[in-house]
């Protein structure tokens, strides 16, 4: 087990360098799918996709537009019935979580313009909402994100990044076990993509949930996750462990490797489509 550690600058959390992966993964759920299928109509999204993701695992999911990813995380998160196939958190396939066990980030912060930042992650509580603990927990997850002094303010007044702060916050709000990232930095600019991507990588290392990420940039793929699943047309064309320690540094020799690796095989399946 990893000791890990916090330090702030300027009202910014950042990892420590001995903060390598999570101090406990045993909040986490496994993820396991077996013949996962999804059609619309006579177009075969999903084609019978096999995986496990064991508890507390970061994993990021990649490929081109259209090859069924953001569809996957609909089913895992239950926002769409699959076609054929299953899949289920935990070890028993019979077992059902509890709703407060997944979560999900959006790229669009979806907060409530008419509510304070501190109403608005107490949203996630579902029935502790505007209860003392639920304003304590909220309080908490707020200081989480960097954004405690925030708590009044209007979401109107905040950039974009502040904004996904306060999204992540009440995403954490309720101590989820899985946490799904439908492209949570996609619309941020750059310097700012890289700054959450910190924080994202710090709250999944102190809180130990089981991440599923669903991304087009592959740079953060590699930066966040253990392991990078490769979409295409509907099947998993690569199965790709990154054994990199953290916090990883953008540009190292060792990330772009990995990262050419992944962009190789995803223009050879684009070659291979563009010449049949």
Not at 12 to 37: C, F, K, M, N, Y
Not at 233 to 256: F, T, W
Request: proline share 4%; glycine share 10%.
């Amino acid at each position: 087990m990893t000791v890990h550690a916090l330090k702030r600058f300027d009202n910014v959390t950042e990892l420590a360098p001995q903060a390598l992966v999570p101090a406990d993964t045993s909040r986490g759920l496994s993820i396991t799918a077996q013949g996962l299928e999804k059609s619309f109509g006579d177009n075969r999204v999903l084609r019978g996709l096999d995986f496990h993701v064991p508890a507390g695992q970061f994993v990021a999911i990649v490929g081109r537009s259209g090859c069924g990813k953001s569809t996957l995380l609909r089913l895992l998160l239950n926002l769409d019935q699959a076609s054929g196939g299953q899949f289920w958190f935990g070890e028993r396939n019979d077992a059902k979580p509890d709703k407060s066990a997944v979560r999900v980030m959006f790229q669009e912060p979806r907060l409530l313009p008419w509510a304070s930042v501190l109403s608005n992650v107490e949203v996630g509580l579902g029935d502790k909402r505007g209860t003392p603990e639920g304003r304590a927990l909220a309080l908490d997850a707020l200081r989480n994100v960097g954004l405690e002094t925030r708590r009044d303010d209007w979401p109107a007044v905040l950039s974009g990044g502040q904004k996904q702060r306060v999204a992540l916050a009440r995403a954490l709000v309720s101590n989820p076990r899985v946490l799904a990232f439908d492209e949570p930095l996609g619309a941020l600019d750059a310097l700012t993509r890289i700054s959450m991507q910190k924080l994202l990588g710090q709250v999944w290392v102190d809180q130990g949930f089981t991440a599923i990420m669903v991304t087009h940039d592959v740079a953060e793929a590699v930066t966040l996750a253990d392991r990078v699943l490769i979409i295409e047309e509907g099947e998993i064309a690569m199965d790709l462990s990154v054994d990199l320690p953290r916090p990883r540094e953008r540009g190292s020799v060792e990330v772009a490797q990995l990262e050419g690796r992944i962009l190789r095989e995803l223009f050879r399946n684009s070659k291979a489509g563009e010449d049949a």
